[in-house]
């Protein structure tokens, strides 16, 4: 199998030769749609990763902001660019140069935040954003209703632009934020209009279940059972739902296994390499793809991240 063909084999739920495997960090902001592009395209060959998951990385400016936000009300009234947005325009064209340079050897997947991730980067600080949902929720629904609909058509305008799939980052489910009703009101709507216009598109849809710090990086993936998802992945050492459980939960192929806080920051080579083996061992090759709980810092030696990746290929 080349690599197309393994990673289609894992998200349609078969058995690859053998378990893909893939590990990413973010990059400098600053970064040129060319600069990172190639820092993308280098870390993919030197890991031989079997998916690019292009990174974005310009938190807190990911729209022009139109409006301040200084009260509920203030939501009703963001208005938005759609596609003529810097923002847009810069990872749409690391998605071109790398489908140009490798789409006929690897899947790409460009990430694409939750409105409501991007609504809190964007407009104003995280607590506040969260008193204005407690305040005013209808207000909110309302300006997150605009940034599903521009984040629907960008995932499209990725996939136009030869990308396999996204790679979305489902965020706001940690029980801390909102009960599992609030949540269902607030926040699944618009993560289901991403994705279905996104699978409308052509997209394998990878859905990364993210845990900030500021709440011990624990998320509620229960949650996100029945999204239209190829492939889900969560941080399996502190939502307390194992990959197993993972897989029966929600009936679909799943990634992950590697803590990023723990074992690949801290563990020997030989650490990292025997877990991976443990990993693929217990759970099995069908439909998984072997990776970490969520994105390993950009400090890590590239060793470790090798490790992982060639005990995964070399298992027997």
């Avoid at 902001?65 to 938005?80: F, G, Q, Y």
């Avoid at 598109?201 to 059972?225: L, M, Q």
């Avoid at 993972?246 to 801290?266: S, Y």
Wanted: aromatic fraction near 10%; charge should be negative; hydrophobic fraction near 40%.
């Amino acid at each position: 199998m080349n690599k197309i063909e393994r990673m289609k084999a894992v998200l349609e739920n078969k058995t690859p030769d053998y378990t893909p495997a893939g590990f990413w960090f973010h990059f400098p902001a600053k970064f040129t749609a060319e600069e990172a592009a190639e820092g993308q395209l280098k870390l993919y060959r030197e890991l031989d990763n079997d998916i690019i998951k292009v990174m974005d990385d310009n938190f807190g400016n990911m729209f022009t902001k139109d409006i301040t936000i200084e009260k509920p009300s203030d939501w009703r009234n963001v208005t938005l660019p759609g596609r003529d947005c810097e923002q847009y325009r810069k990872q749409e064209k690391i998605t071109r140069i790398l489908a140009e340079q490798v789409g006929d050897e690897v899947m790409i997947f460009p990430t694409v935040w939750s409105p409501f991730k991007i609504a809190s980067f964007t407009y104003g600080k995280d607590a506040v954003f969260m008193e204005h949902c407690k305040q005013d929720p209808e207000s909110i629904l309302i300006g997150i209703g605009k940034l599903a609909e521009v984040l629907a058509d960008w995932a499209e305008g990725y996939m136009a632009a030869g990308a396999s799939g996204i790679y979305y980052s489902g965020q706001f489910s940690e029980p801390q934020r909102f009960d599992t009703d609030t949540w269902e009101r607030l926040v699944k709507p618009f993560d289901l209009k991403v994705l279905n216009a996104a699978k409308k598109a052509g997209a394998y849809n990878i859905v990364h279940i993210c845990g900030e710090k500021e709440h011990g990086f624990r998320s509620c993936p229960e949650r996100y059972v029945g999204y239209p998802a190829h492939l889900f992945n969560w941080d399996v050492h502190r939502s307390g739902i194992s990959l197993e459980e993972g897989r029966k939960l929600f009936g679909a192929p799943i990634m992950g296994g590697l803590d990023n806080h723990g074992l690949l920051l801290e563990g020997s080579l030989d650490e990292i390499a025997a877990e991976s083996r443990k990993i693929i061992r217990e759970f099995g090759k069908q439909g998984f793809m072997l990776g970490a709980d969520c994105t390993v810092p950009a400090t890590i030696d590239i060793a470790r991240l090798q490790t992982a990746v060639n005990a995964a290929k070399n298992m027997e």
